[in-house]
């Protein structure tokens, strides 16, 4: 006889849903850096030093803003998918629970 599997579904929609809301705040803050970003052309500074910061580090900042803008999507991959295998679980949960009483 196979072990008994559960899972709290409810507690599982939520902590999805979570993701889902995480990534959306994490949006919105990209989106905010970027408009400010956007009104500094020269965020380092423009003397020796600034420029110099900026030669070595405004390609990085650049690529952590692309990273964190897959982050977001791939969160909401998540959740998505997440949901899915939750409405799958408990399909295949009611089928079987159906199918046992069938003679």
Do not use: C, S
């Not at 507690?11 to 400010?36: D, P, S, Y």
């Not at 580090?57 to 791939?74: C, Q």
């Amino acid at each position: 006889m196979a072990d008994e599997t559960w899972i709290d579904t409810a507690a599982a929609r939520r902590h999805f849903k979570v993701t889902g809301e995480v990534a959306v705040r994490l949006e919105e803050a990209l989106k905010r850096v970027e408009a400010i970003r956007a009104t500094m052309p020269e965020p380092w500074g423009t003397d020796e030093y600034g420029k110099r910061f900026a030669m070595n580090n405004d390609g990085r900042a650049a690529k952590a803003l692309t990273d964190l803008h897959e982050l977001v999507g791939h969160l909401r991959k998540l959740m998505e998918d997440g949901i899915t295998q939750i409405d799958r679980f408990e399909a295949v949960d009611g089928d079987n629970a159906a199918a046992v009483g069938r003679p």
